[in-house]
């Protein structure tokens, strides 16, 4: 299952967590929700392969350490998002499509 790109609509804004909004339902360590706005990555699908770090070309991602996660106890956070210049790599190379990227969703900066 990928991401849902209508989290905004179809979630509930949590409050925030390393320095990025957290779109809940979340109950961790198990359930941790959707991270970030203009740069969105569902921790719950993230099973850490690491290929959006490595791709983005303006570092917008940082691990975070999640322990008890059932996927993975490291994940993506689009800890600078405000940097992204929407090039849309970390899109194509996630294997489990867990990133939304929308040019339109910077309302909240
Ligand atoms: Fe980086 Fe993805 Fe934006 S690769 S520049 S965060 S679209
Ligand atoms: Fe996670 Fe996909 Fe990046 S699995 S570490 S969001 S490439």
Do not use: Y
């Amino acid at each position: 299952m990928a991401i849902d790109p209508n989290f905004e609509e179809n979630r509930e804004l949590e409050g925030r967590e390393h320095g990025v909004d957290v779109w809940g339902p979340t109950e961790p360590p198990e359930q941790l929700g959707i991270r970030g706005v203009h740069v969105a990555v569902d921790f719950d699908i993230c099973l850490s392969d690491g290929a959006c770090l490595e791709d983005c070309p303006v570092d917008v991602f940082e691990w975070v350490d999640t322990p008890g996660h059932p996927e993975s106890e490291i994940k993506a956070n689009p800890t600078h998002e405000e940097q992204c210049i929407d090039c849309m790599l970390c899109v194509d190379v996630c294997p489990v499509d867990a990133i939304d990227v929308d040019p339109g969703r910077t309302d909240r900066f």
